[in-house]
């Protein structure tokens, strides 16, 4: 059974930074895609970023040069720094583990909030 759990979501002021993990428990995170979503209240989630086995990364236009996406193989963790939030980043933030045969695998989702 695959399961993914976020962590590192909070209350932070404009401009700041924070860190969230997923950690993922039933699979390999080195062997296939993962990315992360978010979706802010009345609107569609959106990806934001996402990371391939060979370590290719993609980002949304919104949170390029601020975010990063890595990986860590030895810890079986995603993580996604977030620099530089502004209050338009305000939404729930969630992993995907995409393996190449459905299904496609979320966590519970962990909330970021950014206000002064």
């Known amino acids: 059974q695959v399961q993914l759990v976020e962590s590192g979501g909070g209350l932070v002021q404009p401009g700041g930074s924070l860190r969230l993990s997923c950690t993922v428990s039933?699979?390999?995170?080195?062997?296939?895609?993962m990315a992360w979503y978010r979706q802010a209240p009345g609107k569609q989630r959106e990806l934001v970023a996402s990371i391939t086995p060979g370590r290719s990364t993609n980002y949304a236009d919104l949170v390029k040069g601020r975010f990063t996406i890595s990986r860590d193989n030895v810890k079986n963790t995603l993580s996604l720094q977030m620099n530089n939030l502004k209050p338009e980043d305000t939404a729930v933030y969630y992993c995907k583990y995409s393996p190449p045969v459905p299904p496609v695998y979320w966590g519970q989702g962990t909330q970021v909030t950014v206000s002064s």
């Open positions: 039933g699979a390999r995170v080195s062997i296939n895609s």
